[in-house]
């Protein structure tokens, strides 16, 4: 099933034929719907047959989870090794980092980068190198540690679509690893959407095109197969960090590196698409 937040807080599904059903009474919000969707799916699934359907007004589409307790962000999580844009692992130098090495590299967003469809990425003042990261998001279903591998996937919710946006140019540059999260986590600079798609409908998450547009101009495409860790190596391996708890978020890694992409500019419009999830729809301002 989809799942949507809608900007006044209520959450809703969203239906096959592009119509949403309010799930007042089922759940008080997303996070609420992840951790309790496993055991009162009975309930949600009567809730759609019996509710009254509207047409799905995009215009009224939030994040669909407007303040996970946090966001963990894979980091050169791609094989690369191409300068061809449809190349599946990603554009760039082939990476050496052995993967267990790599997943050391994972690193946080804060929650206040969040926004939703439709939103504008703001570009901060002093920070004028701005790009956007196409990646596949992970929300996470229920409170989790030290998950195996093999238990890793049955701890998620589902699946949305995230720009990790970087400021590259901000700061002194001294030290570019250290400052990842300052880079990183301006706020805006997390857009998720514009729903999310419970994992049943995804039977295998290394398996998903994705793209992303700006302006009409493809500027990434790949495949969630060219991860160099997968989905249930992350997942597994952030729960042997800290408790992972409902409708955090997993962003899973960028497949090009920084000179294949396109930094952005006031008025630019991005579309970022994965197969079988959906389109998030943006827009660029300057912040004020």
Known sequence: MRFATLKDGSVAAVTA???TVLLDGVCDSMTD????YE???????????EGSPVALD????????????KIWAAAGNYHRGSKNLSSAGGRGETRETPPDELLEHIFLKP???VVGPGENILIPPNAETVFPELELCVVIG?????????????????????????ARGYGSGKNLMGTRCVRKGFDTFAPVGPWIVTRDEIPD??????????????????????????????VSYLSQVGTLFPGDLVASGNPDAPAFQKQLAPGDELVAEIDGIGRLQ?????AS
């Open 33 to 36: 719907l992840a951790a309790s």
């Open 17 to 19: 034929d592009d119509k």
């Open 282 to 286: 943006l827009g660029v301002a300057r």
């Open 205 to 234: 998450p290394q398996a998903l095109d994705m793209r992303l547009w700006v302006n009409d101009d493809m500027r990434q495409s790949a495949s969630t197969g060219g991860m160099i860790n997968g989905v249930a190596r992350l």
């Open 39 to 49: 055991t009162n799916r009975a309930a949600v699934e009567r809730a759609v047959s």
């Open 58 to 69: 995009a215009a009224q589409l939030a994040a669909p989870v407007p303040a996970p307790s």
């Open 142 to 166: 229920r409170e989790s540690r030290d998950l195996s591998v093999d238990e890793a996937l049955d701890a998620v919710f589902g699946y949305s679509v995230i720009l990790d946006v970087t």
């Open 111 to 113: 929650p206040s980068a």
